[in-house]
């Protein structure tokens, strides 16, 4: 029984280490798959109020990091001057094109579109430039942020797994 627990464990880890590649593919949800594998685990070897606790904090985890990436990509737009019309009609693209043709369909929609939009506000190719260049900015930044959450997750997870009772 131990060896099969300890197998399983493994396993598991392996498959939260792996679905990390997914933060630098915006159509895999990286840090959704950590979760859910931390809640299958769970559900397999059972919940007691410490463990609920780590998945309540796993949760949380998971819904900062999903919105990390939106809220860097817009803010560093912004930053750079673009209009919340253009990070608008940015985010509708992404989402549109992260569908219609992934993996990078969205973030290459989304940065074209911006940039499109703050040409016919602003006429001026340099600063609409400056706006999409923010996006990808943000959106590295949001890759960064992503991994080190995964990271705590999977370091919470394995505190979880080897340490609680």
């Known amino acids: 029984m131990i060896e099969t627990?300890?197998?399983?464990?493994?396993?598991f880890l392996a498959i939260m280490l792996v679905s990390l590649v997914g933060v630098f593919i915006p159509l895999i949800p990286a840090l959704n798959i950590v979760w859910l594998v931390a809640l299958i685990y769970g559900i397999l070897t059972g919940f007691n109020w410490v463990k609920i606790v780590l998945m309540?904090?796993?949760?949380?985890l998971m819904i900062l990091g999903n919105l990390a990436?939106?809220?860097l990509m817009g803010a560093k737009a912004k930053q750079k001057g673009a209009?919340?019309?253009?990070l608008s009609a940015a985010l509708v693209a992404a989402i549109l094109f992260s569908i219609l043709l992934p993996p990078f369909g969205g973030l290459v929609a989304a940065v074209l579109v911006l940039f499109g939009v703050e040409m016919l506000r602003l006429k001026d190719w340099k600063q609409a430039f400056e706006s999409a260049k923010g996006v990808v900015?943000?959106?590295g930044w949001g890759v960064v942020a992503r991994l080190a959450i995964g990271l705590v997750m999977i370091g919470i997870w394995l505190a979880w797994a080897f340490l609680v009772k």
């Open 5 to 11: 627990t300890i197998v399983l464990k493994f396993v």
């Open 56 to 60: 309540v904090l796993l949760t949380i």
């Open 69 to 71: 990436d939106n809220f």
């Open 137 to 139: 900015v943000g959106f």
């Open 83 to 86: 209009s919340w019309w253009s």
